[in-house]
């Protein structure tokens, strides 16, 4: 599927190197660098959802929550593009991380990228700059934070770019992490100045999961000597996709602090302590309370969830799903699989829940919310969403239905635009409302 971009303007360069400006290169389609496995035909565990940054990532402990057989195919990964993962996979636990990463060229075309230290399983390849998403972050934020820690440059972002994922197989730790990976187009703020007047320039990242930080002309990516990058990297910038590096024990991995525990450690180091992150069966499902204390000081679980919703409209209406044993309508849509494409998950989650194809027209926002209250076990969660849409577009001559057996979602119809002031909406739904043409 064609991914939309948003073009940026000139901004200030740092370590008097050319006016950097933000990408505005046009990406060929997320399910370039998918390495992913094959669609399951069994039921089985849903891999974990992660809460770590940096290079890559350590998960919690599982949930038994049911990982549905995938009922229609989405834009198709070409084959020859995809790297399936389901022969001989090494055993290990499939736990899922999401971060964030942003594009930052100069007048030249040249680009920053970081290069992984000895913390990081990936050491001495090229990452664009970026990381992981703190728990209760907006991925807009961890790209901005991320940024400055890596290369000291202040940023702000000027578009979302595309959101993408990839497999990597950590043996050595017992896990495959599944990453999404949100991509935003950045500009960066005037740079300071020393008492010389001098432009503070690009830096390192002071003992972290990065140890380089350069402007890269894209001759430097392609050819013998080419500086190695992870496929995400190659697909955004428009290069040939290699394969996903072999991963290796970090030299010195990251020592997690107790004073860590609940919250996003940089890089692929030490499994991070404290509550399991434990995903939610349906996004919009968790019933939010008012704060903690409502809770009756029960153990409260956090969850980080990324998941995938279509907005499809057409005539003056909007396609919803109304959620079992409630009266919310929301988007259809839900969570991303362990491997999968955030597009496959929507057109996937759309057949689910109102049994149309959907075609993917482009990629319309991602928001963050977070709140407290119970999910659909009864269980006292703190709550993290991140919710992808996209822009989708349906046949409106079949009639919508659930097909999806015992799943969330009891309803689906077509909604006036005009009457839906009458019905009780999500916050994703009034927030994708605002892109409506």
Same mark, same amino acid.
């Given at each position: 599927?064609?991914?939309?971009?948003?073009?940026g303007t000139?901004?200030?360069? =740092? &370590?008097?190197?050319?006016?950097? %400006?933000?990408?505005?290169? /046009?990406?060929s !389609?997320?399910?370039?660098?998918?390495?992913? @496995?094959?669609p399951?035909?069994?039921?089985s565990?849903?891999p974990?959802?992660?809460?770590?940054?940096?290079?890559?990532?350590?998960?919690?402990?599982?949930?038994?929550v049911?990982?549905?057989?995938h009922?229609v195919?989405s834009?198709?990964?070409?084959p020859?593009l995809?790297?399936?993962?389901?022969?001989d996979?090494p055993?290990g636990?499939d736990?899922?991380?999401?971060?964030?990463?942003?594009v930052?060229?100069?007048?030249?075309g040249r680009?920053v990228?970081?290069?992984a230290?000895?913390?990081?399983?990936?050491?001495?390849?090229w990452?664009?700059?970026?990381g992981g998403?703190?728990?209760?972050?907006?991925?807009r934020?961890?790209? =901005? &934070?991320?940024?400055?820690?890596? %290369?000291?440059v202040?940023? /702000?972002v000027? !578009?979302?770019r595309?959101?993408?994922s990839d @497999?990597i197989?950590?043996p050595?730790?017992g896990?495959?992490?599944?990453?999404?990976?949100?991509?935003?187009?950045l500009?960066?703020?005037?740079p300071?100045?020393s008492?010389?007047g001098?432009?503070?320039?690009l830096?390192p990242?002071p003992d972290?999961?990065?140890?380089?930080?350069r402007?890269?002309?894209?001759?430097?990516?392609t050819?013998?000597?080419?500086l190695?990058v992870?496929?995400?990297?190659?697909?955004?910038?428009?290069?040939?996709?290699?394969?996903?590096?072999v991963?290796?024990?970090?030299a010195r991995?990251?020592v997690?602090?107790?004073?860590?525990?609940?919250h996003a450690?940089r890089?692929f180091g030490?499994p991070a302590?404290?509550?399991?992150?434990?995903?939610?069966?349906e996004?919009?499902?968790?019933a939010p !309370?008012?704060?903690?204390?409502?809770?009756h000081?029960?153990?409260?679980?956090?969850?980080?969830?990324?998941?995938?919703y279509a907005?499809?409209?057409a005539?003056?209406?909007?396609?919803?799903s109304?959620?079992?044993?409630?009266s919310?309508w929301?988007l259809?849509?839900?969570?991303?699989d362990?491997g999968?494409?955030?597009?496959?998950?929507?057109?996937r989650?759309?057949?689910?829940?109102?049994g149309?194809?959907?075609?993917?027209?482009g990629?319309?926002?991602?928001?963050?919310?977070?709140?407290t209250?119970?999910?659909?076990?009864?269980?006292a969660?703190?709550f993290?969403g991140?919710r992808v849409?996209f822009?989708g577009?349906?046949?409106?001559d079949?009639?919508?239905?659930?097909?999806e057996?015992?799943?969330?979602?009891?309803?689906?119809a077509?909604?006036?635009?005009a009457?839906?002031?009458?019905l009780q909406?999500?916050g994703l739904v009034r927030?994708?409302l605002?892109?409506l043409?």
């Amino acid at each position: 599927m064609p991914s939309p971009y948003v073009r940026g303007t000139d901004v200030p360069g =740092a &370590r008097g190197d050319p006016r950097l %400006t933000s990408s505005s290169s /046009r990406l060929s !389609g997320s399910s370039r660098i998918c390495e992913r @496995v094959r669609p399951l035909t069994r039921p089985s565990t849903r891999p974990e959802v992660d809460r770590v940054g940096g290079r890559g990532g350590i998960a919690s402990p599982p949930s038994s929550v049911c990982h549905r057989p995938h009922a229609v195919a989405s834009s198709a990964v070409p084959p020859d593009l995809s790297q399936d993962l389901a022969q001989d996979r090494p055993p290990g636990r499939d736990v899922q991380r999401l971060a964030a990463y942003g594009v930052l060229r100069d007048a030249d075309g040249r680009v920053v990228l970081v290069r992984a230290s000895d913390r990081s399983d990936l050491t001495g390849v090229w990452f664009l700059p970026g990381g992981g998403v703190d728990f209760g972050e907006h991925p807009r934020d961890a790209v =901005a &934070r991320e940024v400055a820690e890596e %290369t000291g440059v202040t940023v /702000r972002v000027t !578009g979302l770019r595309d959101v993408v994922s990839d @497999v990597i197989d950590l043996p050595h730790r017992g896990v495959r992490v599944h990453t999404l990976r949100v991509l935003y187009d950045l500009h960066a703020d005037d740079p300071s100045t020393s008492g010389a007047g001098r432009a503070v320039g690009l830096r390192p990242e002071p003992d972290g999961t990065s140890d380089a930080v350069r402007l890269v002309a894209p001759g430097e990516l392609t050819g013998a000597g080419a500086l190695p990058v992870v496929p995400f990297v190659a697909h955004t910038l428009g290069l040939p996709v290699p394969p996903m590096p072999v991963a290796h024990p970090p030299a010195r991995p990251t020592v997690v602090p107790a004073a860590a525990a609940g919250h996003a450690v940089r890089g692929f180091g030490s499994p991070a302590a404290g509550d399991p992150a434990v995903p939610v069966d349906e996004g919009g499902a968790v019933a939010p !309370g008012p704060d903690l204390d409502a809770l009756h000081g029960e153990a409260v679980a956090r969850v980080q969830r990324t998941a995938a919703y279509a907005l499809c409209h057409a005539d003056g209406r909007v396609l919803l799903s109304r959620l079992r044993n409630s009266s919310l309508w929301t988007l259809p849509g839900g969570g991303i699989d362990h491997g999968e494409q955030p597009h496959e998950a929507a057109v996937r989650e759309v057949h689910e829940e109102t049994g149309l194809p959907v075609r993917l027209r482009g990629l319309l926002d991602v928001d963050s919310t977070r709140f407290t209250g119970r999910g659909p076990s009864g269980r006292a969660e703190d709550f993290h969403g991140v919710r992808v849409v996209f822009d989708g577009e349906v046949p409106t001559d079949v009639e919508p239905r659930v097909v999806e057996v015992d799943g969330s979602t009891v309803e689906a119809a077509w909604w006036p635009v005009a009457d839906l002031s009458r019905l009780q909406l999500t916050g994703l739904v009034r927030a994708a409302l605002k892109h409506l043409p």
